[in-house]
């Protein structure tokens, strides 16, 4: 089984209106950490913002927020105000604490951003 | 403050050929090291990774190897490179803690 699965492949957002994409993840272990990666078209892989599964409130780092919901094994991240420059790919990814130092990527949603 | 070196950036060798790209930390002691792999438009493959000198998890059997010869230092070679090892390879180190990975630009290695 995937251990975290992004089932958007492509998506589109209008400039200045807000974007949500989707992440699921699969995991027995109870201490685990979810994160949230932007790609640029050159390749370097930005750490955007972290959720841990203890953690009472949902996460939040500037225009970027993820929308974390325990039962449904879920860690959308929300990105506000998009601008043009947020045109990427997006990776989620989780990391597994009491088993491993792994961690386990998604296959990632490109956002293309409309001017 | 933490910084992570990989190199080269772009590499282009013929099948056959040997590969070895190395990855340096520097401002950290004992991290864990990753080797990522992404092909074109795909997401990230871990390949490696070593919790210490010495200390090598292979994810994925293929012609790849990796050692770590040092604490802040993590290599990834081949002996005869494959038109399938193409692609982008991204080292990465993350503190033992429930921190995020912090990636190097990444090495665009074609084979031809």
């Known amino acids: 089984a995937q251990k975290i699965t992004q089932t958007q492949p492509g998506m589109f957002v209008q400039e200045k209106e807000a974007v949500t994409l989707d992440c699921t993840y699969d995991t027995s272990d109870p201490s685990y950490g979810l994160f949230w990666y932007k790609q640029p078209s050159s390749g370097e892989m930005i750490f955007l913002i972290y959720?841990?599964?203890?953690?009472?409130q949902n996460a939040t780092e500037g225009r970027y927020s993820l929308n974390f919901q325990k039962a449904r094994k879920s860690a959308n991240l929300v990105i506000s105000a998009s601008q043009l420059g947020d045109s990427a790919m997006y990776f989620c990814?989780?990391?597994?604490?009491?088993?491993?130092?792994?961690?386990?990527f998604g296959t990632g949603t490109s956002l293309t951003v409309i001017p | 403050s933490q910084t992570i070196h990989q190199w080269p950036a772009t590499l282009v060798q013929p099948v056959g050929s040997p590969l070895s790209l190395e990855c340096t930390v520097e401002?950290?002691?004992?991290?864990?090291l990753y080797w990522y792999r992404q092909a074109a438009g795909r997401g990230l493959q871990l390949l490696f990774y070593?919790?210490?000198?010495?200390?090598i998890s292979s994810e994925v059997p293929q012609n790849l190897s990796a050692s770590r010869p040092q604490d802040r230092q993590f290599i990834l070679s081949s002996k005869k490179l494959l038109l399938s090892d193409s692609g982008f390879y991204l080292c990465?180190?993350?503190?033992?803690?429930?921190?995020?990975?912090?990636f190097g630009n990444g090495t665009r290695l074609t084979v031809t």
């Open positions: 990814a989780m990391r597994e604490f009491n088993t491993g130092n792994q961690f386990y």
């Open positions: 070593s919790v210490g000198i010495g200390q």
């Open positions: 959720q841990g599964s203890y953690d009472q």
């Open positions: 990465a180190w993350s503190p033992r803690s429930n921190s995020p990975l912090h």
């Open positions: 401002g950290t002691s004992n991290p864990n």
